[in-house]
């Protein structure tokens, strides 16, 4: 027979964000009931932040015990042992698993259902065999990889991010498409681990960053070996399990390379596939189910968080949008979303990070005159020189009053130092708050003060301030 479900609240997809709502919820007494068909966790947890970031650890400790000659320190011969760094990826993730299990959360008084959800009706979801009616539903089913149409390619064994960290051998030549953060940290990462490597970009590699910033970090894994062809479409796949080609067309005409293994990282696509959406009169598209900026669909009872609602596809993107559909669930809070503060990082190495308006946006919407780009390398911090990691910079794009509306980070730890320019941004602050700080020296995220500081550079050039300075010093 049929069960049937009345909760408060029904959340579909045990990723990142469908986890934080779910616990939230139960966390203050609210009926809760969460379907996953897949692995409890997500894509991060199993395929996507956690695994990728320590296989990134792997390689970067291999590069570093290889290349710190500069530093006084030689370690010739570093042998890598992949068996052995993939089972250091699949214990991450062991380590990780049990704060996601459906233990915990069961534990937490959640009713958890491992099986397919689909909407019968707007009011309706029906999981295996139970129908859950709620009061509200949170659809949290994330996204998987795009599978781009190549002709060819469904007869090639390949990889994507789903795949990959399943794999015991180094790959010989490994082949990427897609030159966006999935393809750059993954095609580093084998490459330090003794892979050759590579990128085939249709556009440009990393193109949703600053082409200047983003020119640092292609020329750094360029000097590392990684072969970059870019505005190059693949138009045809072949081969077999360890002999792969790839037909190309670029300027230069048309071409063939080959390589051993092929891992695809062009791009995620939402998972909306089963879901009964159009039953549930929720609107989607190819890019995900449409929300307002209150993350509700065009289905009242019904929210979307996370990759699926369509627009930035990150972790922390979903958690902050558990946070606003939680306000919203539980205490009937108005929320919204703001992407204004959104950062994002590719962890590469050296790491890219942006959070705000770029220069152009801030121009846009703010006028020219009113918009200042200030900028302070690596070059001219004493921990980056120490530390031999000189490649880089911070850059702050500042709006009327020296409020900070936007910044840049890249280099070493840029991703740490992006959590500080995250701050910045989201409470507004100003030139003056930064350089009104006292910052530890000597640390990379001084370079953040130093930029602001900067600010006043034209001051002390001011022929009236300087007038003034010296009138003052007539009193003593």
């Known amino acids: ?76 011969g570093v042998e890598v042992d992949f068996a052995a760094v993939n089972d250091h ?4 993730i062991a380590a990780i698993a049990p704060h996601d299990s459906q233990e915990r959360f069961e534990g937490l008084g959640i009713t958890v259902l491992r099986a397919s959800a689909r909407f019968r009706d707007a009011d309706t979801v029906v999981a295996g065999e139970t129908e859950i009616r709620a009061r509200r539903f949170v659809v949290a089913t994330g996204s998987s990889p795009l599978v781009p149409p190549i002709p060819g390619l469904d007869t090639v064994p390949f990889d994507t991010n789903e795949t990959i960290f399943t794999r015991r051998e180094c790959p010989s030549h490994l082949l990427v498409i897609g030159g966006g953060p999935i393809g750059l940290e993954l095609a580093q990462a084998h490459r330090r681990l003794g892979a050759r490597v590579t990128v085939v970009e249709a556009a440009k590699a990393l193109a949703k960053e600053d082409p200047s910033l983003a020119a640092i970090v292609i020329e750094a894994l360029r000097e590392e070996g990684v072969e970059f062809l870019e505005q190059a479409k693949v138009t045809q ?37 089963g ?67 959104i950062p994002w990082v590719t962890f590469t190495d050296p790491e890219i990070g942006h959070v705000g308006l770029t220069a152009d946006e801030a121009r846009g919407r703010y006028g020219a005159e009113r918009v200042k780009v200030l900028e302070a390398p690596f070059s001219g911090n004493d921990r980056a020189q120490a530390e031999r990691h000189t490649r880089g910079l911070v850059r702050l794009v500042v709006g009327k009053g020296g409020k900070v509306v936007g910044g840049d980070a890249v280099g070493a730890g840029a991703g740490e130092i992006v959590n500080m320019l995250s701050l910045i941004v989201a409470r507004g602050l100003t030139v003056r708050d930064i350089a009104g700080f006292v910052s530890p020296y000597p640390s990379l995220s001084e370079a953040v003060r130093r930029a602001a500081i900067s600010y006043y550079a034209e001051s002390a050039r001011n022929p009236w301030i300087r007038r003034l300075v010296r009138f003052l010093a007539r009193f003593g």
């Open 1 to 76: 027979m049929t069960r049937i479900l009345t909760p408060d609240i029904c959340v579909i997809g045990a990723g990142s964000g469908g986890l934080s709502v779910a616990a939230a919820a139960a966390a203050f007494g609210v009926e809760t009931v969460l379907v996953e068909k897949g692995e409890m966790g997500g894509d991060c947890l199993n395929y996507g932040c956690v695994p990728s970031k320590a296989l990134i650890a792997a390689g970067k400790a291999a590069h570093h015990a290889a290349h710190s000659v500069e530093l006084g320190v030689g370690a010739p």
């Open 89 to 92: 990826v699949r214990s991450v």
């Open 237 to 273: 796949a072949s081969g077999s399990a360890g002999d792969i080609h790839l037909m190309l067309e670029d300027a230069s005409g048309t071409r063939e390379i080959s390589g051993t293994h092929l891992l695809l990282a062009a791009g995620r696509k939402a998972n909306v596939e």
């Open 275 to 341: 879901l009964g959406l159009e039953e549930a009169g929720i609107a989607f598209d190819r890019r995900g189910i449409s929300v307002g900026a209150d993350l509700r669909t065009t289905n009242r009872r019904v929210y979307a968080i996370g990759d699926v609602a369509g627009g930035l596809q990150f972790t922390h993107v979903a958690g902050y949008h558990a946070g606003i559909v939680i306000r919203a669930l539980l205490f009937r809070l108005p929320a919204k979303e703001n992407r204004d503060i």
